[in-house]
């Protein structure tokens, strides 16, 4: 069974709020609430609110148990952008957007069976894959040291983890 919530003219940025739907997505919504407690950003506040009211929907209209819930899809839309204009040198005007976002989160129910989440299961496949090259590339007796070196930099790549963005100006 699938709960659908929405939240609509939020006056963040998309871009701004999509950092933090990426780290909660495919997350069970104890971990998801817990994690939009502890994150200190703006948007935080406003899918908090999201992910209780989607909660609440689910145990009251469809009965479901909130613990028996994760997160299957949460997507970021752009809504409409207030426009204002900045004076600029010579008489001239600059625009500037205020941005606007819709965001559309459904929670699916936990199968039994299907007690790992999604992201805990790709993170065991991904290190499988990764001890799986460090072994054909150690096994191979005909590799050159700068083939090797290249396969080491290959698989230290795809073992970073995901960065929130930052901006760079102070």
Known sequence: ME???SLKYLRISPRKV????NLIKGLSVKSAEANLLHISKRSSKPLLKLLKSAMANAEHNFNLDKDNLFVRAIRVD????????R???RGAAYPIRKRTSHIFLT??????????????VKDIKHEKK???????????????KSEFKK??????RSAQKQKIFRRKAI
Do not use: C, D, H, Q
């Open 78 to 85: 752009e809504g409409p952008a207030l426009k204002k204009w």
């Open 87 to 89: 004076p600029r040198a």
């Open 130 to 144: 990764i001890e799986e090259k460090k072994a054909r590339v150690k096994s191979s007796a005909f590799v050159k």
């Open 107 to 120: 929670l699916k129910e936990i199968k039994e069976k299907e007690t790992i989440i999604k992201k805990e």
């Open 151 to 156: 396969e080491e930099k290959i698989i230290k």
């Open 18 to 21: 999509r950092l933090l739907t």
């Open 3 to 5: 709960v659908k919530a």
